[in-house]
């Protein structure tokens, strides 16, 4: 059998639905998986399922030649909230999908990491993926355990692994008013002339990503050769000292 497939989990979220668009749109076979279905051309098969509480379907790994986890039900504004709870869920869940697709003999697992929560308040800019990892936070705190135990798979399985740090994406199918994304919501906000509240002094500056971005990235992450383990920040730095080349040439 020929394991060429791409299953993406939690295909139906913002990045998921991206980033699956993409994949179908470079060609590839994907076989979407969440807990509810969404209408996205050209998937090779949709299957609804929970696999924070089942796994991964076995048989969609049996053809797979690589995973893509974005199913994470918290988000930095929720990540403090019960730290317990997010490790039984959500850093759990991930890890069970890794060792799984491991055991099942595919062949690459891309991780969507954080590069906005995982470095610390004053990471150095440009930040490096060599920058030591000082999480922000509970959600924070969990990705960076995510992206350990990935590691830890590597090693146990001979997975080719990959975590790709994305910091604050933007753009269209991002709903406002979640707790996350900024943009989203002060652009709702501002169409209907209701205030916008910035947390922080005005010194603070946050840079963004366009969603577009990401999705090129992760195809780029699925198309590249044989990599061991590779973690990848995947940010639009807008600062004059800073370059987004390394980023892009770490995939192709």
């Given at each position: 059998?020929?394991?060429?497939?791409?299953?993406?989990?939690?295909?139906?979220g913002?990045?998921?639905?991206?980033?699956?668009?993409?994949?179908?749109s470079?060609?590839?076979?994907?076989?979407?998986?969440?807990?509810?279905?969404?209408?996205?051309?050209?998937v090779?098969?949709?299957?609804?399922?929970?696999?924070?509480r089942d796994?991964?379907?076995?048989?969609?790994?049996?053809?797979?030649?690589?995973l893509?986890?974005?199913?994470?039900?918290?988000?930095?504004?929720?990540?403090?909230?019960?730290?317990?709870?997010d490790?039984?869920?959500?850093?759990?869940?991930?890890?069970r999908?890794?060792?799984?697709?491991?055991?099942?003999?595919?062949?690459?697992?891309?991780?969507?990491?954080?590069?906005?929560?995982?470095?610390?308040?004053?990471?150095?800019?440009?930040?490096?993926?060599?920058?030591?990892?000082r999480?922000?936070?509970?959600?924070?705190?969990?990705?960076?355990?995510?992206?350990?135990?990935?590691?830890?798979?590597?090693?146990?399985?001979?997975?080719?692994?990959?975590?790709?740090?994305?910091?604050?994406?933007?753009?269209?199918?991002?709903?406002?008013?979640?707790?996350q994304?900024?943009?989203?919501?002060?652009?709702a906000?501002?169409?209907?002339?209701?205030?916008?509240?910035?947390?922080?002094s005005?010194?603070?500056?946050?840079?963004?990503?366009?969603i577009?971005?990401?999705?090129?990235a992760?195809?780029?992450?699925?198309?590249?050769?044989?990599?061991?383990?590779?973690?990848?920040?995947?940010?639009?730095?807008?600062?004059?000292?800073?370059?987004?080349?390394?980023?892009?040439d770490?995939?192709?």
């Amino acid at each position: 059998m020929t394991r060429d497939s791409v299953v993406v989990v939690g295909a139906a979220g913002f990045l998921g639905q991206a980033c699956t668009k993409a994949l179908v749109s470079a060609g590839m076979t994907v076989d979407a998986v969440d807990v509810v279905e969404a209408s996205i051309e050209g998937v090779s098969s949709w299957t609804v399922a929970d696999v924070a509480r089942d796994g991964v379907p076995g048989e969609l790994l049996a053809r797979a030649g690589t995973l893509i986890n974005f199913a994470w039900r918290n988000d930095p504004g929720r990540g403090n909230a019960d730290m317990a709870k997010d490790a039984q869920t959500n850093v759990a869940a991930a890890v069970r999908s890794f060792e799984d697709a491991a055991r099942a003999g595919v062949r690459r697992i891309v991780y969507p990491s954080s590069g906005g929560t995982i470095y610390g308040d004053n990471p150095p800019l440009p930040t490096p993926e060599t920058a030591p990892i000082r999480p922000v936070g509970g959600y924070g705190a969990g990705k960076a355990a995510a992206e350990l135990y990935l590691h830890a798979i590597a090693l146990a399985y001979g997975t080719q692994t990959c975590a790709l740090r994305i910091g604050n994406p933007y753009g269209p199918g991002q709903y406002p008013e979640r707790g996350q994304g900024f943009i989203a919501t002060a652009t709702a906000r501002t169409m209907v002339g209701t205030p916008i509240q910035i947390f922080g002094s005005a010194a603070l500056a946050r840079d963004y990503v366009y969603i577009g971005d990401v999705a090129e990235a992760f195809v780029r992450a699925v198309q590249i050769g044989a990599v061991k383990q590779s973690y990848v920040a995947i940010e639009r730095v807008h600062r004059p000292s800073a370059s987004r080349r390394p980023q892009r040439d770490a995939l192709g």
